[in-house]
């Protein structure tokens, strides 16, 4: 079986974009609810997961939106990305807050390529989800950006952290994709 590559037409196309899409949003709305829920508003960076957080719920209620007007089944595995979601963040921001960047930093790594792979599917086929996937696409680098300006690489064990996040990142997409 010939494996997908960049530019191949995807099993399942845009509905399974939609769908892994509206899932990921989903879970960073969960990610920063759980570094919320433990670094509470006395920390420096409070105000700024803030701000990050509101972005991503406006890209779910998008994808939310998206996903009932063009009948596409959410991912069943939700609910563990829920859960997931939201100990990711919680754990996080327990170690401390540069670790809470270092999650940010790491999973938007993972989405910037995941959205990068996504347009260069999509091509002209479908202009109104391209342009709010360019435009999210740009919020979330801007969300990598803060966060290793906010001391992301400074987290312990940095290079392990980020990389078993991107792992983790990458499986939710391929899981989200199909299931």
Known sequence: MKRWRPGDARPGGVRSMIRVDQAGEYGATRIYAGQLAVMGD???LSASIQGMALQEAEHRAYFDALIAE????????????????FALGAVTAAIGPEAAMACTA?????????????????????????DAIRRFQAEELEHKEAALAHGAERAPAY?????????????????SKRI
């Open 106 to 130: 790491a999973v938007e790594t993972e989405i910037d390529k995941h959205y990068e792979d996504q347009l260069t599917e999509l091509g002209d086929d479908d202009p109104e989800l391209g």
């Open 70 to 85: 063009r009948g596409v089944r959410p991912t069943l595995i939700q609910p563990i990305w829920d859960v997931a979601g």
């Open 42 to 44: 006395r920390s420096p």
């Open 159 to 175: 290079p392990l952290l980020a990389g078993a996040i991107r792992a983790g990142c990458r499986l939710a997409i391929e899981v």
